[in-house]
């Protein structure tokens, strides 16, 4: 699975999260006890930031025709990447898509990405 975003401890299981000012939102694909459904197959729990025992940005990346990136989605067996070497050169050769100024995206055939790794930041 590959993840980019935030993730909360709390009572030792991990979960999706988002923070909300003094709040985290945690979210689950199945109902539970305090959580509320938003719609099919999501529940949400908001909980104040105190009882978070962990709270953590988690990324994923991974080697592409030997350049640097992290993977935002996937889809079949391709990988939606963002490229972070930050040279603009590299990225027009890979003919990676303008998203913003400076950001540069594209879809990568699975096969072919190595070093797949989740890092926390």
């Known amino acids: ?18 923070p909300d000012g003094d709040d985290i939102r945690l979210y689950q694909p199945e109902p539970a006890e305090g959580f509320e459904e938003v719609r099919p197959g999501r529940y949400v729990r908001v909980l104040p930031a105190s009882e978070i025992e962990d709270l953590a940005y988690v990324r994923t990346t991974c080697t592409w025709q ?44 699975a096969a072919e990405v190595t070093d797949l790794r989740e890092q926390r930041v």
Request: charged residues 25%; glycine residues 12%; aromatic residues 18%.
């Open 1 to 18: 699975m590959m993840r980019d975003g935030y993730v909360a401890r709390w009572r030792g299981r991990e979960y999706q999260a988002s």
């Open 66 to 109: 030997g350049q640097p990136f992290i993977v935002l989605g996937e889809h079949d067996a391709w990988l939606r990447v963002e490229y972070t070497g930050g040279r603009w050169p590299v990225a027009e050769a890979m003919r990676l898509e303008v998203f913003d100024f400076g950001v540069y995206q594209g879809w990568a055939p």
